[in-house]
């Protein structure tokens, strides 16, 4: 909505973006905090068409592993048809609580993994980022079971649309 902001901090996989405005948010994400378990049902919020819809989509996949492809624990392996416009976006278990964030698919030219092979960087690697920035989190604490409008819902008031340019 035309919010500028700025990178705060950044690490070799995510950044954490603070906004040059006051804003509020409709509400707060709550993180998942305790160890990851797969396989199991998560879904992706993110605005897969590029702002071409008003809304984010959300999209319904597995977590496939709580670790990669080698061996690194604070980034998931995921089994999931997304888009370019999803990455960045969050990762949410069945309760609705942020148990992760998108990654970009690694570079490589010798390989070609699967096209629903995903990854998500999990509490692991987000954690130090919004610490060091101290950034309040919010623990989840339901144990709710969502369905897809519910989830629709939380991405609509926890998901940004992100241009970037220099």
């Known amino acids: ?14 950044a954490v973006l603070e ?7 409709a509400i707060v994400p709550e993180f998942q905090s305790l160890p990851l378990l ?16 008003s809304m984010p989509t959300v999209t319904l996949g597995i ?5 990669n ?4 624990r604070d980034i998931a392996r995921l089994e999931i048809n997304t888009l370019p416009g999803d990455i960045g976006g ?3 278990d069945q309760n609705g609580a942020v148990v992760g964030v998108l990654l970009p698919n690694p570079k490589t030219v010798d390989r070609q993994l699967p096209s629903n092979v995903k990854f998500a960087a999990t509490w692991g690697m987000i ?9 309040p989190v919010a623990s989840a604490v339901s144990s709710v079971l969502m369905d897809a409008i519910d989830l629709s819902n939380i991405a609509k008031n926890t998901v940004a649309l992100i241009k970037c340019w220099d």
Do not use: C, F, M
Not at 19 to 25: F, H, K, R, S, V
Not at 69 to 72: D, F, K
Not at 127 to 135: A, I, K
């Open 1 to 14: 909505d035309g919010v500028n902001a700025q990178v705060v901090i950044e690490n070799a996989h995510l």
């Open 90 to 92: 969050p990762l949410y």
């Open 63 to 67: 977590l496939q592993d709580v670790k």
């Open 69 to 72: 492809l080698e061996g690194e």
């Open 127 to 135: 954690s130090p980022l919004l610490q060091q920035e101290n950034v």
């Open 38 to 53: 797969a396989p199991r049902r998560i879904s992706i919020g993110g605005y897969s068409y590029s702002g071409q819809l």
């Open 19 to 25: 906004a040059l405005q006051d804003i509020t948010p």
